[in-house]
């Protein structure tokens, strides 16, 4: 079974430009998690869908991010307009039944905003 | 604001030795405790995971629970350089909270 996708694995784009990453969680998984990882703060939970309806975006920075997950195999993040401090690497990751199943993550969005 | 709290390292220990990882949770109410490894440049993998108090042992991976304490601990026996990576703590919370709060990672470095 392919784990979970993600695109682009690598985007450098100038400060003030939309950018948008996209999510193909695990088949069948019905949560779908975007994380966002610097070293400065490490691994933050940014947002989580449950069955497709967001759960909990409170880790959301503001309002130039925004998620949606249209559907059961498809999410994006998207950030509009990006900032210099929004470069990191942005992780999506499914589950089934969050508590007790592993949570598997994709590789990674590598995110550099200039 | 819910913490999980980890020494951020490095931690070196020589090939064959055992490495002692830990960590802290703030949350009283904390169910469900878990050890990802992150390789650099990779993405997190799951390696334990434990829900009740006590010792849990995989291989040579044993993860040790104490929920009074609020603390979770990591111990790799026989250490090997390929176990050199970032070790993740997460805890989710209690009730319905689904989130997976993540400590910073400690380094691990095992030297040949």
């Known amino acids: 079974d392919a784990g979970v996708i993600q695109s682009p694995r690598h985007e450098v784009t100038e400060m003030g430009q939309e950018v948008t990453l996209r999510c193909k969680p695990i088949s069948g998984h019905d949560y779908l998690f975007w994380y966002r990882q610097t070293m400065m703060r490490g691994l933050e939970l940014l947002i989580y869908?449950?069955?497709?309806?967001?759960?909990?975006d409170s880790g959301m920075p503001e309002d130039r991010f925004s998620a949606k997950m249209p559907n059961a195999s498809f999410s994006t993040l998207k950030i509009q307009p990006s900032e210099p401090r929004d470069s990191a690497v942005y992780f999506c990751?499914?589950?089934?039944?969050?508590?007790?199943?592993?949570?598997?993550f994709g590789e990674g969005s590598w995110l550099t905003v200039v | 604001q819910k913490e999980v709290e980890q020494n951020s390292g490095p931690l070196s220990v020589p090939e064959g030795a055992i490495a002692s990882l830990n960590c802290t949770y703030s949350?009283?109410?904390?169910?469900?405790f878990f050890w990802y490894r992150q390789y650099s440049g990779k993405s997190p993998e799951l390696i334990m995971s434990i829900y009740s108090n006590g010792d849990k042992e995989d291989g040579r991976f044993t993860a040790q629970l104490n929920k009074a304490s609020q603390y979770v601990s990591l111990l790799i026996r026989d250490s090997q350089p390929s176990d050199s990576a970032t070790y993740l703590c997460a805890v989710t919370g209690g009730g319905s909270n689904y989130k997976l709060t993540f400590g910073k990672g400690t380094l691990l470095t095992v030297n040949p």
């Open positions: 869908f449950n069955n497709n309806v967001p759960i909990d």
């Open positions: 949350d009283r109410v904390s169910q469900s």
């Open positions: 990751a499914s589950s089934l039944r969050v508590t007790r199943n592993t949570i598997y």
